[in-house]
């Protein structure tokens, strides 16, 4: 695994991201990965500390992946679901221990049992939710709740002022989220939200 991340390796991940950005746009959602500052305010998020895997949607080229296993005790808590072939193969060789499942963040559910993955404490999402369909989003939120217990989080960044997970869809999930931070050391700047089942504390 990359301990240090050299020059080369970023300007790679930048340029094979824009590239992949001209192509797919709506999918990739961001034309370079996110910076380490975000990354690790992401990561900060999660309660390590508790029991249960931490699920990334959207893997990319790896940033976030980075920060969530500086923090982790066991690689093997980290598990990034990632829809992009040559992404997966990249995340791979990248982060040994971690597991990387090629697939579609819509079929969350089916896919972590499948490998016979859980519990699930938190999901962090690296997807572009406001670029995807409506329904996809409400799909992926759903998805993502199921899978976790009652005390699940879901965490999730995006360039704008509102929050990404659309108020319809978090009253018909019964979420409650807030916005926990900003990143403005990222391209674009980002703020950071966290949800949870409505009747706790946040
Ligand atoms: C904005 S990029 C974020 C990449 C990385 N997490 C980061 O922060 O730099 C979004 C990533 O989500 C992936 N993606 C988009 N839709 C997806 C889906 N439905 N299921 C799984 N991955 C998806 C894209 O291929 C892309 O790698």
Partial sequence: ???????????????????????????????????????????????????????????????????????????????????????CARLLDRFPGVRVISGDARDLRKLLAEAGIGPVKTVVSGLPLLSLSRVTCRRIIEESFAVMGEEGVFVQFTYGLQSPVRSSHARREGIVGRRTGWVMRNLPPAALWCYRRARQDI
Avoid: C, H
Avoid at 18 to 47: E, F, H, M, T, Y
Avoid at 54 to 60: H, I, K, M, R, S
């Fill in 1 to 87: 695994m990359e301990a240090v991340r050299p020059f080369y390796v970023t300007a790679l991940d930048a340029v094979s991201f824009l590239s992949l950005w001209l192509r797919k746009p709506r999918s990739i959602g961001a034309v370079a990965p996110s910076s380490d500052r975000l990354a690790d305010a992401i990561a900060n998020q999660v309660a390590f500390d508790r029991p249960g895997v931490v699920v990334e949607l959207g893997g990319g080229t790896g940033s976030i992946t980075r920060a969530l296993l500086a923090r982790a005790t066991d690689p093997a808590d980290i598990v990034v679901i990632e829809r992009e072939p040559s992404l």
